[in-house]
């Protein structure tokens, strides 16, 4: 292999030696780089994460690395070409025994990013082939460059930055720069004259657009035009709002729409006191920019920049000659027209205000005659007489608004006879039982939670769950652990897993049957069939069935629980086997591991033969007990590994070579590890990235690595 262009052939502007390629025998050794020989793979994710690392080992292998020098021994300074080129130093400092690394870099990221990496992997480079790295001058002027501390300021200049991983402190002290920056601007406007300040805002004027339309608009409202400033405020809302959002994660390539232009007329027009312009146009800009936001494919961006845009909005309406019943209204209709939580808290400046009861009644009394629009809509066939979720979940937003409303109004007694209409309505039983509770009737909650289990259970389960635990918690309040543990065992025969069964388990124990119920729920998991269930004769009469055994109540909300229609009982071994890992038996893990074997049969690819973290568990619970078991399982993981060529596949072979190595060396075995190692580098050879993993496993430096590599074992 040919070394790096760059360190081979002197570069101009620097006083050190040319870098001239010797003989092996003759080649002199600095004594600093020695300290970063022995460098890892892993050391470097761990610093600056594997996406850097990545990102890094490109910018190297496109010789994007430029003029590289040594300073001080552990100290590097390089240029790395981005989208401009970047100023980098990175270090290598020792803190007792334990050495770390640090950069800083004058891109907008600024320490820990990809073009550290890539400087310290073309060092490497050079180490490897036992090249000579040109000292720094103390002179450079990279250092100064360096000094001053720039980035930050272009951020839209590189190409998709990194996350940062360790910059909180560099991210405070960018900002405390420009704040210091912010106030020496301020000081020297104030020392200026009105003559340099015109001569200057000219200049401003002709250099940037932004401040020139700025300056406009104040002109305009300063001579009353506001209607043209209208005008222009609503075509760029049209022009904004016309704009298909979206966005390439894997490009970075992105179109969003640019509320700010907008938003900097209307803070002109409220700042003027042209109030009730600002809710005419706001009153558009929430409909059409919610209805953008719906169409966008761009992971929340239009929203974000469609809500900053909203509290001029609202502080407006608060200010505007709306009356109040209007300005409740105005926040009302925002946020049912909302499906996507834009609006938020921008309207809390309206809905918090101080009104009389009678502008909430007649917000309320609005609302009514909606929902009555509605049930007219529907009986007229406008959008179907089947039940809809999204009429019910419509509804329940209005009336959720109307509840609100009647309370603010003096006129509570009038909620709860709506949200029991509405339940039967909808199916938003939850919340009608969740407010009687709340109001301390229990006996009407549970009432009302065992209706609505009645009418949910088969079209809506996810309701119906969701009373049946209210019950539940209603029983808990009271000590009334038969029932408490009545409901746990209907989860865990529901959706069975270490967690319902422990449930169950500390409820059983706390009603005094704790024995009882752990056999039958043992024996459930056994052969899948619950000792509470249905039965139904040849006439068709459907019938609870309860174990003889069987020590808990079974409450009429789970009678009905029961009805709902389940698959073939079916044993739950690895529930089984998952409590005797928690119980540490490994005897019973195996026991359960070769039961689930047994049922489930092998599969083609050993990776999904029992499922994958299944496997890794039992091994890893087995490990000391059963050493052989645990190699064998990690040995078949491996194998099927092994036929997948990708990276993530080599760092999952990789895990469990790791895994396997102090297995082997309990047993005295660790000669076997090392030549199942060798066996996979020769198997393996036309595969690097599997050899750095192989590598990385066996704790090689990234320098051993490459020599390895160029000159052979």
Known sequence: MFPPHHLTTARSGFKDEPVVAKSRNDRRKEPGPDSWSTLTWEDLEQWAGSRSVSRGRSYQQEDRVKDLRIASGDQLLATVTGTRPYVVTVQRTKQGQVRSLSSQCTCPVGTECKHAVAVVVALLDALAEDLDVPRADPDDPRWEALAEESFGLDEDLDDEPEPVHSSATRGRASRRSRSDSGEEVRAYLRGRSADE?????????????????????????????????VKEAHRDLLRVTAIQPWRNNWTSEREIPDYQPLQRRLEGLAQS??????????????????????????????????????????????????????????????????????????????????????????????????????????????????????????????????????????????????????????????????????????????????????????????????????????????????????????????????????????????????????????????????????????????????????????????????????????????????????????????????????????????????????????????????????????????????????PAAYEAAGSYLRRMRPIFKSLGRESEWKERVAELRETYRRRPRFLEVLDAVEGRSIVRTRKSRWRGP
């Open 273 to 646: 006191g042209h109030f009730d312009e600002v809710v005419s146009i706001g009153r558009e800009l929430i409909r059409r920019g919610i209805e953008q936001v719906g169409r966008a494919d761009d992971e929340g961006d239009t929203a974000i920049a469609l809500n900053d845009c909203l509290p001029v909005v609202f502080d407006a309406v608060v200010r505007s000659s709306l009356s109040g019943f209007e300005k409740l209204l105005f926040a009302v209709d925002a946020l049912l027209e909302d499906d996507y939580e834009v609006v938020g808290s921008a309207a809390d400046p309206v809905l918090d205000a101080d009104y009389p009861p009678a502008d909430w009644s007649r917000v309320a009394d609005a609302l009514a005659d909606r929902l009555k629009e509605g049930d007219r809509s529907v009986a007229a066939g406008w959008r179907g007489s089947v039940r809809s979720f999204a009429r019910d979940y419509e509804r329940d937003r209005i009336t959720d608004m109307r509840v609100r409303a009647l309370e603010y109004a003096g006129r509570s007694s009038e909620g709860l006879p709506i949200l029991e209409s509405e339940a039967r309505a909808t199916g938003s039983y939850q919340r009608l039982v969740d407010h009687l509770i709340a109001e301390g009737e229990d006996a009407d909650a549970a009432r009302w939670a065992r209706e609505g289990i009645e009418a949910t259970l088969d079209t809506l389960p996810g309701i119906a769950s969701g009373l049946a635990g209210s019950l539940c918690e209603m029983a808990r309040r009271r000590k009334q652990w038969p029932v408490v543990a009545a409901h746990a065992a209907w989860r865990l025969f529901d959706l069975p897993s270490v967690a319902t069964y422990q449930e169950l388990c500390a409820a059983a124990r706390k009603s005094g049957c704790l024995e009882a119920v752990r056999r039958a729920a043992e024996r459930f998991l056994e052969t899948g069939d619950p000792p509470i269930g249905i039965t139904t004769s040849k006439r068709g009469k459907v019938e609870i069935r309860v174990a003889d055994d069987w020590p808990l109540p079974v409450p009429d909300e789970l009678a009905f629980a029961s009805r709902r229609a389940r698959t073939s009982p079916r044993p739950h071994y690895d529930v089984l086997m998952d409590l005797a890992i928690a119980a540490k038996r490994p005897e019973e893990v195996l026991r359960w591991y070769d039961r689930i074997q047994e049922a489930e049969g092998r599969s083609r690819n050993p990776r999904y033969e029992y499922g994958e973290p299944r496997a890794d568990r039992v091994a890893a619970a087995v490990a000391e007990s059963h050493p052989d078991r645990a190699l064998a399982i990690y040995e078949r993981a491996l194998d099927a590994w092994l036929k997948e060529a990708r």
């Open 197 to 229: 300040l015109a001569v200057l805002i000219g200049s401003l004027v002709q250099r940037y657009p932004e401040v020139s339309a700025d300056l406009r608009e104040r002109i305009a409202l300063a001579e009353g035009k506001v209607g043209a400033l």
